[in-house]
């Protein structure tokens, strides 16, 4: 079915660090249940615009507006600091590429998915625990480690935990910046797949940072190819990476080692 | 009945930016119609431009000029100038394919990778997955690898994991890139007699076939892509 109002849009966003540009005048509309991911190599400004469109910086110029549980279509930097904060902590979810930016570190697994059920006014100690175990299998992470501290957790067993936290208040749209950067092969294979699977079973709209064609390939359904702050070329996932148009699209795509 | 598929003038050619901005005409002004409940075979020599003809179809591939239109559900859709969830859309409903490799996903058993295109069309999972195993028994996959993730399987296994996922659903027009290259001459039939039921069932198909037996026993129309050649340039 084909929704007829988009759940984010993004209009002509730019930032500007002093005299070095961020990100330049980017738009576009993300609809519910697709996945966008923004790829290009490091600096081109892709992570200032998953900050940008995600409240977590100010842009310079431009809008960003979306669309609530209610119907609503609100502009975000025209609400006020409680409700951003409100819609990040119960509509939304960010996936940070290090865990220990997302997580909090000294208490417990359990608490760490937890909170986020209490901050949406979960009050039931016994329905908390269970649902906390509940998305600790989820994301296949043994329930006996409930208790434990992330800080016993391995790498990869970290960032699923942070998937847990992020995806146990049922988001609407989450946000992920690098989620497999710094894991070996194998461990990052495994995180995919689990990311695959729950957002096509949840439908959750995403949108995805990742220099690693790879994993937009994998993940996403349409892709925006950053350069220098500008998106230069966007399109369906596979014709992006089939048969790209830009030179620096084509220099890319071509610089993926096939194994 | 309503034309499920128009090809209209399209043109393709391939810049390649990184040898110093070097364009390659492929196809130029290719133009032809399928009919529901008939299969439209692309015929001439290979690096004609057959696949790339599928993969403009398919939203794979951009197209220079023309227009693509498919009936989507009632709509008239422009496959060249449609968004890509409008184009995402087209392939979940109306336009099927079944390419010579899988793309093989980590972790995703063979049933699952068949069941799950059912799924999208809102079939429950009990009766995706029976129909998937359905569809392996008819292709004579062995059923000690119907739970299995498919990267490991032979070439053969893998194209029959393929047709069975492009064949399981009632997509209204279906495209076959070379669906038999890999089988044997049992499975060959299998593949024939299912291309045969999708007629029955007015399916609109366009296939490239390089075994001349296979192409006999299903095509009622051929499209001669040579036909589409770009003038050589001077």
């Known amino acids: 079915m084909i929704d007829d109002s988009p759940l984010l849009r993004a209009t002509g966003v730019s930032k500007f660090y002093g005299p070095r540009t961020g990100c330049l005048d980017v738009s576009f509309d993300l609809w519910p249940g697709e996945v966008l991911a923004l790829v290009g190599e490091s600096g081109s400004g892709k992570t200032t615009l998953l900050n940008c469109i995600s409240t977590r910086l100010l842009p310079t110029s431009g ?11 609100r502009d975000l930097y025209k609400m006020t600091e409680a409700e951003r904060r409100f819609l990040m902590r119960t509509d939304w979810g960010f996936v940070h590429q290090n865990p220990a930016d997302g997580l909090r570190m000294t208490v417990s697994a359990g608490a760490n998915v937890g909170e ?21 299998s989820r994301v296949e992470i043994t329930t006996d480690r409930l208790d434990d501290l992330p800080r016993t957790f391995s790498g990869g067993m970290r960032q ?14 989450v946000f992920m910046d690098e989620p497999t950067g710094g894991l070996d092969v194998s461990v990052q294979a495994r995180l995919l797949d689990l990311v695959r699977s729950l957002v096509t079973d949840l439908d959750i709209a995403m949108v995805i940072v990742t220099h690693d064609l790879a994993v937009a390939r994998l993940l996403s359904d349409r892709m925006m190819v950053m350069k220098d702050g500008r998106v230069i070329e966007s399109g369906l996932t596979d014709r992006v990476l089939d048969d790209p148009q830009e030179p620096y699209t084509q220099l890319l795509v071509s610089s993926i080692l096939q194994v | 009945m309503a034309t499920p598929l128009l090809v209209s003038d399209v043109s393709k050619s391939f810049t390649m930016h990184l040898r110093d901005g070097m364009t390659i005409p492929v196809l130029s002004k290719v133009r032809f119609a399928l009919e529901a409940g008939k299969c439209a075979v692309l015929g001439g020599p290979s690096g004609v431009g057959k ?43 109306t336009i099927g394919y079944v390419s010579q490799f899988l793309q093989v996903l980590p972790r995703v058993s063979a049933v699952d990778v068949v069941a799950h295109p059912l799924l999208q069309r809102g079939v429950d999972h009990v009766t995706a997955r029976s129909r998937a195993e359905e569809m392996f028994d008819r292709l004579n996959l062995p059923e000690k690898l119907w739970h299995l993730p498919p990267a490991t399987f032979s070439g053969g296994e893998q194209q029959r994991v393929n047709i069975a996922r492009g064949f399981i659903t009632d997509h209204p027009v279906l ?27 007015n399916v609109a198909l366009l296939g490239i076939f390089h075994d001349a037996d296979v192409r006999e026993e299903v095509a009622d129309m051929l499209i001669d892509v040579a036909a589409f050649a770009p003038e050589l340039a001077a």
Do not use: C, F
Request: charged share 30%.
């Open chain 1, 116 to 136: 986020r059920l209490m901050a949406v006014g979960h009050r039931h100690y016994g329905d908390i625990r269970a649902a906390a175990g509940d998305w600790l």
């Open chain 2, 51 to 93: 696949s790339s003809i599928l993969k403009m179809l398919y939203g794979n591939y951009a197209v220079d000029n023309g227009q693509i239109l498919v009936n989507h559900k009632g709509d008239l859709i422009d496959i060249v100038t449609a968004e890509p969830r409008s184009i995402l859309s087209v392939r979940r409903e």
């Open chain 1, 160 to 173: 699923r935990l942070q998937i847990a936290r992020n995806l146990v208040t049922n988001p609407r749209l």
């Open chain 2, 175 to 201: 495209l076959l890139d070379e669906p038999t290259a890999s089988l044997d001459a049992v499975n060959r039939a299998v593949v024939v007699d299912l291309i045969r039921e999708k007629k029955k069932h």
């Open chain 1, 63 to 73: 809008s960003v507006s979306y669309r609530g549980r209610d119907g609503e279509t």
